[in-house]
């Protein structure tokens, strides 16, 4: 790779994880009480995460990986989610100890549940006190699939994007016609699509954008592709309404090409910013933020400012701004302070948390 390919990547991560965070600011009475939160709010979620698995797609192709690829991954994905699963339970069962913090909890549905059943759920992407750990459990899944696709069943390099239209196909299928109790089965079969589109673009498709790059043709289709997202964002905060059929439609067309063409936008967005030091600085820390931000600094100081601040938009706007500062500042603090404390070797181990220099 080269210099350039990996600044406009670290630029996409760092664009993605600033729409992660604003998506989390908000709690969900200030989603239900303001359209404006609410919009914004379902905007970002249309697209945000789809963005990361089509990046992670990006960067996962290099034909024939070595055996060791399970084990690599597994310290990267797998232990992390286990152990910060493990360790937000041991902080919200003292925390619950804690008369002010109990009450807080209790406010917000947010009991301790036997650890037997925490685990569970977690591995079922519903962790009730740190949700956002689904992403790192169904990005692990998708890469030992992927990897198991090409060790096995390709033999050149060449063949990957044809023989990708199979697994494309299955994930469609899954994700509009199986009716499953499964969060989990339906979280990749969604996923997998981007980021086998991830894959095929790390082939081909950066070749043709650079090629058409110019072509109004190409500002159309991102145009359309906000329009979409929109309009489907519009639907789902019931701002205008369809019958079933339409719904149906309308959903179809955003996950197959309104969803692409905003990932696409983005990645052209951060081929022409290039050299931006904060959004590069972003994503190379990028797995940091994401991990470390919820549930402290989003959920919970977002519930406590909720609690003692007036319930009016501009005190929202406030507590979402207030969210996000903590949410990028104190991940970056705390792996500072853990290579000050020389225990940065535990971090990592244990949650794949280290320091990332400033781009010079």
Excluded at 49 to 73: E, N, W, Y
Excluded at 230 to 235: K, M
Aim: proline share 3%.
């Amino acid at each position: 790779m080269t210099k350039t390919r990996i600044n406009w990547i670290d630029i996409a991560k760092g664009i993605g994880i600033l729409l992660v965070i604003l998506g989390h600011s908000p709690r969900d009475i200030m989603v239900d009480s303001y359209p404006a939160i609410r919009f914004m709010f379902s905007f970002i979620y249309s697209f945000h995460m789809p963005l990361f698995f089509f990046l992670a797609g990006v960067t996962f192709h290099s034909f024939k990986k070595s055996d060791g690829f399970i084990i690599k991954k597994t310290k990267q994905l797998f232990i992390p989610l286990i152990c910060y699963s493990l360790t937000i339970y041991a902080i919200f069962y003292i925390a619950d100890l804690i008369p002010f913090l109990h009450s807080l909890f209790e406010n917000a549905s947010m009991g301790i549940v036997p650890i037997k059943e925490y685990m569970l759920e977690t591995l079922n992407i519903n962790n009730p006190y740190a949700f956002h750990t689904w992403y790192i459990w169904v990005l692990f899944i998708i890469e030992i699939i992927m990897f198991i696709y090409e060790k096995y069943v390709l033999r050149k390099e060449s063949e990957s994007i044809v023989c990708l239209i199979p697994i494309i196909l299955v994930t469609i299928i899954i994700h509009f016609f199986v009716k499953s109790d499964s969060a989990l089965l339906n979280y990749v079969a969604k996923n997998l699509f981007y980021f086998s589109l991830g894959v095929i673009y790390s082939i081909k498709g950066g070749a043709l954008q650079e090629k058409y790059n110019n072509k109004v043709s190409v500002k159309l289709l991102f145009s359309i592709g906000l329009i979409m997202t929109i309009v489907q964002t519009l639907s789902v905060i019931n701002v205008i309404t369809f019958n079933e059929q339409v719904t149906f439609i309308l959903n179809a067309l955003q996950f197959l090409i309104g969803n692409t063409l905003m990932i696409l936008l983005i990645v052209n967005l951060s081929k022409k910013t290039a050299d931006n030091k904060f959004l590069i600085y972003l994503g190379k820390n990028s797995f940091n933020i994401y991990l470390l931000h919820q549930p402290f600094c989003c959920a919970v100081i977002g519930m406590v400012l909720v609690k003692i601040l007036p319930a009016n938009l501009l005190c929202y706007i406030l507590i979402m701004i207030v969210c996000s500062i903590c949410s990028i500042v104190l991940p970056l603090i705390f792996v500072k302070l853990v290579n000050k404390l020389k225990i940065e070797k535990i971090t990592e181990i244990l949650y794949n948390v280290k320091l990332v220099n400033k781009v010079k």
